[in-house]
């Protein structure tokens, strides 16, 4: 229950009024025996300021133990002690700050509280999801880990506080490879006989000024076996297709090439070798794609200047230059990125663009640069451009769906980006992005 009490102001007033009427009247009182007025104020004056000394101590001794309370409490916060509440019994200026402490600790501990629920939670799901996460501080030592991370690279054991290099160092040399390795991607581990795949990706972000860095690994094994029996299967049904397509018609010409032998129609045979040659060379070409893909070597990156590739494309396809070409060098591999920019301006021409509408345009900066091929064409379908990437995937009639995967390979192995979109007014933009590494 809280007692209304007199403002400190009001308490101070009353102090100093009280010893002011109790020095007069001790003063009267003096004089009224001695009457001397000089001897009496100098008996009075001792008596009244002893009097009004006990009556300030008393006062500010209460005063004193509620301010100490609330600097006890105020320790208490900065040790994140939020549990202590201070007694406030009085309505005054230091029992409105008593109250106000204790709703500040009262808010305090129920946001603790909530934030304590919130990692709980935070930290169940973590380590009950199929996640490997891991996160290092700048020094790449440990401060949190998920139970499938401590399973992973300590057979179990907690990891925490630990420096991530030192552990790696005593594990498997795959693994150690794969997490020493800037780069996310794809890697595997175990033997011959089984292996498990997985895809590593990693953010640094920075927090309480120190830079931390995130990562994430995640099991592909299921996924990955199930998208690549998916793909083997779309490539037996293309190699089936394209072989039926070639071998049907030599298997009919070779039975009327031996039908015209018995017949002695020697001149007709001509045509007939010509026709197995053209399947034989259209077959040989289609197997010919399909290895290139598979045997892409990693790109041989050198200093190019710009004019000389764009003589080396010696292509006969139609295009134009927008622009200036930059003078500055770039760092990739010549060869690789001419055989994606003519697999570009070769569908440009093929897309019913006029040869004056398609367009080269080459840009550079410090950091990065763009090659841009355009045309005024049909464009892409929604279907088409949500699938043009894909292996295998092609919507002409004699395509074998290499081309457009083969480019993003050649790309995406000098860490840079192919995108595309069709353009307003018609047609389509298809963009190079590569970052300047090396020059």
């Known amino acids: 229950m809280k007692f209304p009490q007199l403002s400190l102001n009001a308490r101070l007033l009353l102090i100093v009024s009280a010893s002011i009427v109790t020095g007069f009247l001790v003063v009267a009182g003096v004089f009224h025996f001695i009457k001397d007025l000089g001897l009496a104020l100098i008996l009075g004056a001792p008596i009244s300021l002893t009097i009004s000394f006990y009556l300030i101590m008393r006062q500010t001794k209460a005063i004193y133990q509620r301010i100490n309370g609330l600097r006890s409490g ?28 204790n709703r500040v600790t009262e808010k305090m501990r129920q946001e603790r509280q909530h934030l304590y629920q919130r990692e709980l939670l935070l930290d169940t799901v973590i380590q009950n999801s199929s996640l490997y996460l891991i996160l290092t501080n700048d020094h790449g030592r440990i401060i949190y ?57 990693r953010s640094n972000f920075t927090l309480n000024a120190q830079v931390h860095q995130l990562i994430l690994i995640k099991q592909m094994t299921r996924e990955l076996n199930r998208q690549e029996t998916q793909i083997w299967k779309k490539v037996i049904r293309i190699i089936t297709h394209e072989l039926n397509n070639s071998l049907a018609p030599i298997s009919s010409v070779a039975h009327s090439g031996a039908l015209m032998l018995e017949q002695g129609k020697i001149d007709n045979l001509e045509r007939v070798f010509e026709t197995i040659s053209n399947r034989a060379s259209h077959l040989a070409q289609f197997i010919e794609q399909y290895a290139t893909m598979a045997k892409l070597p990693a790109p ?66 410090s950091k990065a640069m763009n090659i841009v091929v355009t045309d005024r064409g049909t464009g892409m379908p929604k279907n088409v451009v949500e699938q043009a990437l894909l292996p295998f995937y092609t919507t002409k009639p004699n395509g074998s769906g290499i081309g457009l995967p083969l480019c ?29 590494v090396g020059v």
């Open 145 to 201: 880990s998920s139970h499938q991370a401590r399973s992973l690279i300590n057979a179990g054991k907690p990891i925490n506080g630990l420096v991530l290099q030192d552990i790696l160092a005593q594990g498997s040399e795959r693994l150690k490879h794969a997490l020493s390795n800037p780069r996310d991607g794809l890697f595997t581990l175990g033997d011959a006989g089984s292996h498990e795949s997985f895809h590593l990706s």
């Open 300 to 365: 041989n990156k050198v200093d190019v200047e710009w004019a000389s590739f764009i003589k080396g494309l010696a292509i006969g396809y139609s295009y134009e230059i927008h622009g200036e070409l930059p003078v500055e060098k770039a760092f990739f591999d010549p060869t690789q990125l001419q055989q994606v920019v003519v697999n570009l301006l070769k569908n440009a021409n093929e897309s019913g663009s006029e040869p004056a509408d398609i367009g080269l345009r080459i840009t550079q900066n």
């Open 408 to 436: 993003r390979e050649i790309v995406e192995a000098h860490d840079g980006e192919l995108s595309y979109a069709n353009r307003e007014g018609g047609g389509l933009m298809v963009r190079i992005y590569l970052p300047l």
């Open 74 to 101: 105020l320790y208490n916060l900065i040790d994140n002690e939020f549990g202590v509440s201070l007694t406030n019994e009085y309505e005054d200026e230091i029992g409105e700050l008593l109250g106000l402490y």
